[in-house]
């Protein structure tokens, strides 16, 4: 018997829990994000609106500060239409910050060839994009939801109890909307980065993967008379998405007033669609390119 | 000075032409003839594909035709100066070289007796002409494919009227357009490992730039080209701001105005060229 | 014609990536034939190469190949060819498009382009189906052998090949230890660096040691090994009477080690004073008590030099 036989033993201590596996890879996935300096640039800048939007509710529910700084006007209401603003200026920084983390997530690991080797370890398919899905979704929220309800929560310790009563609706809204939309953006920054494989191209790439359509739809709209080409206009669908879960009157363009099943069609739509390239992209094999 | 033009004289200039061609050759069969330049093809071709639908389905009401001029106006100033050609050289000119480095195959030419500029100039030359051709191309078939459904009024428009004008002035942007970011995204690539984030910058510029003082207006690729759309295109909201025509400046002067700041920014590129060293480990 | 010309040239050529050291104060003078750089990984050998084609620019120093300069191009390329340890190439070419692709820039006719890429094929031994298949498909081997054939293809007076060893089977790595032994004898520089030091050992007229990023010993390997004076010297004696030469050997105080071989019919001796070392073995060679066939240094290799003056862990001693 050889000596191998004799005295190699294999690992016999305890091993994770398979659902907890993801958030292994969540964690590193985080710790990767967060660890360029552009990350951390990014995410205060993000804060800054809600700064500003902080002393301005401040000034709204201090009759004094307001009568001081800008008497009468009704530029200081805070109703469905501000945390509305806020959203959406919300939702851009998230963009941003998505396309910087995203390709950090996952163009390294395909780049590199490294997914053959990850995959070879005691985790799926699908606990591999769970993971970095995880690690993007945490970090959009910390420029999206967690501030906007924490503005809410203030907003509602600092204005009378009717305030609070009659808008909970809004937390629920800005909850939701914000959700929808970092789950739609991550699952779209994640396949576009499995698809381009450059971290440099991906950032590039997923700007163009939410403007150009936005582009075409517009062209169709123009060149064929109709609205539905707006729907291609995915900033556009969630801004009307949102304004129906915060429960804003519709304002601004008639012709961007979808009906809820357009809506929520474009956004399963763009979803499936990028689940088929994460699951044809993120497989353990190394693409050899001539 | 007589010494310089002796120098310039004693230069190889034939074996640096038959270098920058053969140089321009190989990368236009790199850039141009290849599968993974799909997506630049879809840029490129989309309106044509969208005018062709509105060609089979839509009828052509003779009164209809300076709507469908506005939107091509629009199509060429918001669609492929802003996206099309703004994404589709980002694609082109930044693989040039940081695609290369990316990829780890740079120092193959670094290592051929050409001059680093003769390789800078014959890349950008190659993807100028990879990018001019497409959009070119494909402009090419917008207008065609606009005009044509209105029977002889459309010929008479593309033939007699108006059209070969604009039609010119749209190559004219085009063209202009391609050289003027792509010399950009050559520049941004030689300066930055990850030249994203600054392309992106340079896009929210380009969008504020009108808003801007004067000085600044001169440093802008879009706002030259703004200067040379035929057709003014009626915008509101936020799109006003990409199609305003602020200072009005003469066609000749804004061509040679873009002319020159490409030609600083390629200065610049050939001396960021001399100094490049082959690290791809930091990369 | 001066010695400048035919030379490649270090002078205090030092190289920082940032605060990291690449190579430090390299002053280095080589001259025709195959010239070993030897080191442990990150030592510097790549910086040296890359220094010396250009592909990084040196911090302080001056370097010279054969009196040109790389940002002379035109001409330094015309006689330097490098075959670097990158392991890639531009997408979507087959290997002998991209040998002819990079002949194609010197500026010659399409034929002569196509004549000297077959023929640097030929020397490689790569054969015309695999020439003609897409290079993303080659096994590492013959991406080595494309590599090496693209440095060679246009006749280069210096050839640098970064680790050109590297992934070959043993029959490919012996054909190119030959090439570079012709290439070598025909006058060529060679600089090779390897970590398969007992091949490279075998065609190398002399080694650079280098250690994080200062030379540490250059020359002939002989001459190197002898300069190694604090380290005994081991010789292989081939003899009748190995006992009896060990027990000789003992009674004079500079031998240190005594070790038969496996087949008994020599003895490997370690000596602290060479010269002494030869004159006490002619004297008894001829007593005649003991009858010698053949005396070989045993340890003047470029892997005994490695591991005397580099150390096994790499770390300078």
């Not at chain 1, 979704?137 to 967690?146: N, P, R």
């Not at chain 2, 330049?37 to 009401?61: G, K, M």
């Not at chain 2, 980002?90 to 001059?115: A, C, D, K, N, Q």
């Not at chain 3, 897409?134 to 096994?139: E, H, L, Q, V």
């Amino acid at each position: 018997m050889s000596v191998f036989q004799h005295e190699y033993r294999p690992y016999e201590g305890p091993t994770t829990p398979l659902w907890k596996r993801p958030v292994v890879l969540a964690r590193y996935g985080l710790a990767e994000a967060w660890g360029s300096k552009i990350t951390i640039g990014l995410a205060v800048l993000a804060l800054l609106p809600c700064l500003v939007e902080l002393v301005l509710m401040y000034l709204a529910d201090n009759p004094l500060a307001k009568m001081l700084v800008v008497g009468n006007s009704k530029v200081l209401e805070i109703n469905e239409r501000f945390f509305f603003n806020l959203l959406e200026v919300q939702s851009w920084f998230a963009l941003v910050l998505a396309a910087w983390i995203a390709p950090r997530l996952v163009s390294f690991d395909l780049g590199d060839n490294a997914m053959p080797i990850l995959l070879s370890h005691p985790i799926s398919r699908f606990g591999y994009v769970l993971g970095k899905f995880i690690a993007l979704v945490l970090s959009l929220s910390y420029v999206t939801w967690i501030p906007l309800l924490l503005l809410f929560v203030y907003q509602c310790y600092a204005s009378p109890v009717p305030w609070a009563v009659g808008h909970l609706g809004v937390a629920f809204g800005l909850f939701t909307g914000a959700l929808v939309w970092i789950v739609v953006l991550s699952l779209v920054c994640l396949a576009v980065s499995s698809w381009v494989k450059w971290r440099v191209v991906a950032t590039g790439a997923i700007f163009a993967v939410v403007f150009v359509p936005a582009g075409v739809g517009g062209m169709v709209s123009a060149i064929l008379r109709t609205r539905w080409g707006f729907l291609l206009n995915v900033p556009v669908v969630m801004s009307e998405l949102w304004m129906r879960l915060l429960g804003v009157p519709p304002f601004g363009n008639p012709m961007f007033w979808f009906p809820n099943i357009a809506i929520v069609s474009v956004l399963v739509v763009t979803s499936l669609l990028c689940v088929a390239v994460l699951n044809a992209r993120i497989r353990a094999r190394e693409v050899v390119r001539g | 000075m007589t010494d310089l033009i002796r120098t310039v004289q004693q230069q190889p200039w034939s074996l640096w032409w038959i270098q920058f061609r053969r140089f321009a050759r190989i990368e236009i069969r790199r850039n141009l003839i290849t599968k993974r330049a799909w997506w630049i093809y879809f840029l490129a071709f989309v309106p044509a594909v969208i005018i062709f639908i509105h060609l089979i389905v839509d009828r052509h009401q003779p009164s209809s035709m300076t709507e469908d001029t506005n939107i091509l106006a629009g199509i060429v100033q918001l669609y492929y100066v802003r996206l099309g050609v703004f994404f589709g050289c980002l694609g082109i000119f930044s693989r040039l070289i940081r695609g290369e480095m990316i990829e780890r195959s740079l120092h193959y030419y670094l290592l051929s007796p050409v001059r680093r500029e003769v390789i800078l100039l014959a890349k950008f030359f190659a993807g100028s002409v990879s990018a001019v051709v497409l959009f070119g191309v494909a402009l090419t078939f917008d207008f065609v494919l606009m005009y044509i459904g209105y029977g002889g009024a459309g010929q008479d428009f593309m033939l007699h009227g108006a059209g070969p004008g604009q039609f010119e002035a749209y190559l004219l942007i085009m063209v202009l357009a391609c050289l003027g970011y792509g010399s950009l995204f050559l520049m941004l690539s030689l300066m930055f490992r990850n030249p994203m984030p600054g392309a992106l910058l340079l896009w929210g510029w380009e969008a504020i730039n009108p808003v801007m003082p004067s000085l600044l207006q001169k440093f802008s690729v879009a706002s030259y080209l703004r200067h040379l759309m035929p057709v003014s295109v009626p915008a509101e909201g936020i799109f006003a701001l990409l199609t305003v025509e602020t200072e009005p400046v003469a066609a000749w002067v804004a061509v040679i105005g873009l002319l020159a700041l490409i030609a600083v920014v390629l200065i610049y590129c050939c001396i960021r060229m001399r100094r490049l060293e082959i690290r791809y480990t930091t990369d | 014609m001066s010695a400048a010309i035919e030379t490649i040239r270090f002078e205090n050529v030092s190289k920082f990536y940032g605060e990291v050291l690449g190579v430090n104060r390299i002053t280095l003078t080589l001259s025709p034939g195959i010239t070993t750089l030897v080191g442990p990984n990150g030592s510097g050998k790549t910086t040296l190469m890359n220094l010396m084609t250009g592909l990084v620019q040196p911090s302080r120093g001056k370097i010279s190949v054969l009196g040109l300069e790389p940002s002379n191009a035109t001409e330094f390329f015309c006689n330097v060819g490098y075959c670097a340890q990158f392991d890639s190439f531009p997408r979507g070419l087959t290997g002998f498009q991209f040998v002819l692709d990079s002949l194609m820039l010197f500026g010659m006719s399409e034929e002569d382009a196509h004549a000297l890429a077959v023929e640097a094929l030929e020397r490689v031994q790569l054969d015309a189906a695999a020439a003609h298949r897409n290079i993303a498909g080659y096994s590492k081997g013959m991406r080595q052998k494309i590599r090496l054939a693209q440095a060679i293809a246009h006749h280069p007076r210096v050839l640098v090949l970064d680790e050109p060893l590297n992934g070959l089977d043993p029959m490919a790595r012996a054909e190119s230890l030959a090439l570079f032994q012709e290439l070598g004898r025909q006058g060529m520089h060679v600089v090779i660096s390897s970590h398969i030091l007992d091949e490279v050992d075998r065609v190398s007229d002399r080694v650079v040691l280098i250690t994080g990023g200062y030379l540490i010993a250059q020359g002939n390997i002989h001459e190197v090994r002898q300069e190694v004076r604090d380290k005994p010297m081991q010789l292989l004696i081939r003899c009748d009477k190995p006992d009896l030469l060990a027990s000789k050997m003992f009674a004079v105080n500079h031998c240190v080690e005594a070790r038969l071989h496996a087949d008994g019919a020599g003895i490997f001796l370690r000596t602290g004073d060479v010269d002494q070392f030869y004159k006490i073995l002619n004297e008894i060679a001829i007593e005649g008590a003991v009858k010698i066939e053949a005396v070989a240094p045993f340890d003047d290799n470029a892997n005994a030099i490695y591991q005397y003056l580099i150390g096994s862990d790499g770390s300078a001693v």
